[in-house]
């Protein structure tokens, strides 16, 4: 990783570019010895065993988050039916608001070194809250446990995971990112599928039980690859790359991903209830929203791949 200021063919004389590259090329030295220290082997196979533990926890956060569109849809028609579709909206919207919001208190203490700490803890919440939330029966209990204290689980996991890939990758660092992005896409298939086909077998309290126990294996499974005991960005960020925040296209980027996230997920809790509302057939309802998460699978793994070349 390297930014090159350079001073002799093609390079400009303007005084305002050179030091612009200066900057960009003490960022890139810096970048270059915090990230990638001298026993990490960039694009190695330990590379993609951080991806795949990486993805493992994604499953579980952002994974879980957009399954909610089936719980939504139970909620209504079941256990809070004396409840508006946009009250019990607040609750995936408050998993999906901490999840992302979280990043600017999760990602200081991320860069400080508690990633393990941040790990463990927001695991075991996810669990705890997943057991919880089976003996929940009214709006405000589920609002407490499914949305804030899940939301807040997740944020600790789902942050460390989205900083930790990159310093591992060189060439296929874009790649990589699209496959760390399929994580979500995966879990998102996997418990609205279980939760779809359990909710009217087993009812809400053993779903929620069977859910709890699926994101223990999967988080297990992704800690054995030591995916949080990767170095991470270090003090990178209180430096002069804080200084790529006044350029007004890289402002302007950080706007766009703003807004869209703001309004991309939040369509799929309503997936199946709009569903029933159009009256579509049981069977294209139950499962719009496995449909919606293992479709996005192609843009995410494609979207990587495109960026690398």
């Not at 929620?208 to 003090?235: D, N, Q, T, Y």
Request: glycine letters at 12%.
């Amino acid at each position: 990783m390297s930014i090159v200021a350079g001073n002799g063919e093609g390079s400009s004389n303007d005084p305002k570019v050179e030091v612009e590259s200066g900057v960009e090329a003490s960022i890139a030295l810096e970048v270059s010895s915090v990230t990638n220290p001298a026993h990490v082997e960039l694009d190695s196979l330990k590379a993609w065993l951080v991806v795949f533990g990486c993805c493992g926890a994604m499953t579980t956060t952002f994974g879980l988050t957009t399954s909610f569109g089936v719980f939504q849809e139970y909620y209504g028609r079941v256990l809070l039916s004396d409840q508006s579709a946009s009250s019990i909206a607040w609750i995936g919207g408050l998993q999906y608001c901490l999840l992302f919001f979280l990043g600017l208190p999760i990602g200081s203490l991320n860069e400080k070194g508690y990633t393990r700490q941040l790990v463990w803890s927001g695991s075991i919440i996810i669990v705890c809250c997943q057991v919880g939330i089976s003996f929940c029966s009214t709006y405000h209990q589920l609002l407490i446990v499914q949305g804030l204290l899940f939301g807040i689980g997740s944020g600790c996991v789902f942050t460390p995971a989205c900083a930790v890939v990159q310093p591992w990758f060189d060439k296929k660092r874009n790649l990589a990112m699209g496959i760390l992005a399929t994580g979500s896409a995966i879990g998102g298939v996997i418990f609205s599928l279980a939760a779809s086909n359990l909710l009217p077998q087993i009812g809400f309290a053993w779903t929620a039980r069977v859910l709890a126990l699926l994101s223990l294996i999967v988080l297990i499974i992704a800690s054995l690859v030591g995916w949080f005991r990767v170095p991470l960005w270090g003090k990178i960020f209180q430096t002069e790359a804080l200084q790529f925040l006044k350029r007004p296209a890289f402002s302007t980027y950080i706007l766009g991903v703003f807004l869209a996230s703001a309004s991309v997920y939040a369509p799929v809790n309503y997936a199946q209830e709009y569903g029933q509302h159009l009256e579509l057939p049981k069977g294209a309802t139950q499962y719009l929203v496995t449909i919606i998460n293992g479709t996005s699978i192609i843009g995410r793994i494609g979207g990587g791949q495109l960026a690398d070349q």
